[in-house]
């Protein structure tokens, strides 16, 4: 069965530094997106992006976060000047069209800000 | 209020009992509904989705929509250790984005 690659599974960095999360999405998808989970709490919806262009972002998803598509697969989110409160598994996600049917996650970075 | 509600739980029933997992929400625009499995530092693992009131059955699972009373129900038959996971409810809206809501998630735990 097709899934979602993200890497790496686990990052550790320290606070202030950037960091970029991975992902490949299934290869017909055509929409992305990141979620976050912060330990104990809900998964958040974090950005979509379609096309080459984000289509809708969150409150949380201000400019301290980016996300590029680099190349035909892969999925990027970039995370700069990071803060301790940034430390949350990050989920990778994709769907085929707009979320008909279901989005499929990936396994999820466990990001670490120390 | 909070878009969407979820007892966390935990629930724990004894094998091949069956598991009623429900949520509530309060914008009456959400119009899609999934209920996702999770299990520990995993990603969320689809289970089922549906857009319409009334029932939709996948093997064990039946996942129920009350659109009227805002509130979503998913059953597991014949429960097995290895359902043992967090569920949980997410849904979006019909009109507009694709940015799903998820509730807090049910730990369940099947002995």
């Known amino acids: 069965e097709p899934e979602v690659t993200q890497t790496p599974s686990h990052q550790v960095t320290q606070m202030g530094q950037e960091v970029i999360l991975r992902c490949v999405p299934i290869?017909?998808?055509?929409?992305f997106y990141w979620y976050r989970q912060i330990l104990g709490q809900k998964v958040e919806f974090l950005v979509s992006?379609?096309?080459?262009?984000?289509?809708?972002k969150s409150e949380i998803f201000d400019d301290q976060f980016s996300v590029e598509r680099p190349d035909g697969s892969n999925f990027t989110l970039k995370i700069r000047s990071t803060k301790l409160e940034d430390s949350a598994m990050y989920f990778c996600?994709?769907?085929?069209?707009?979320?008909?049917?279901?989005?499929?996650f990936g396994s999820g970075t466990r990001l670490t800000v120390v | 209020q909070k878009e969407v509600e979820q007892d966390p739980g935990p629930l724990s029933v004894p094998e091949g009992a069956i598991v009623s997992l429900n949520c509530t929400y309060s914008?009456?625009?959400?119009?899609?509904f999934m209920w996702y499995r999770q299990y520990s530092r995993k990603g969320p693992e689809l289970l089922m989705y549906t857009y319409s009131s009334g029932n939709k059955e996948d093997g064990r699972f039946t996942a129920q929509v009350d659109k009227s009373s805002k509130y979503i129900s998913l059953f597991i038959r014949d429960s097995q250790p290895s359902d043992s996971a967090t569920y949980l409810c997410?849904?979006?809206?019909?009109?507009?984005?694709?940015?799903?809501?998820f509730g807090k998630g049910t730990s369940l735990l099947v002995t």
């Open positions: 992006f379609y096309n080459n262009e984000i289509s809708e």
């Open positions: 914008n009456s625009a959400f119009q899609y």
């Open positions: 996600a994709s769907s085929e069209r707009g979320g008909v049917g279901g989005y499929t």
């Open positions: 290869s017909n998808h055509l929409y």
């Open positions: 997410a849904m979006r809206n019909g009109n507009s984005g694709y940015a799903l809501n």
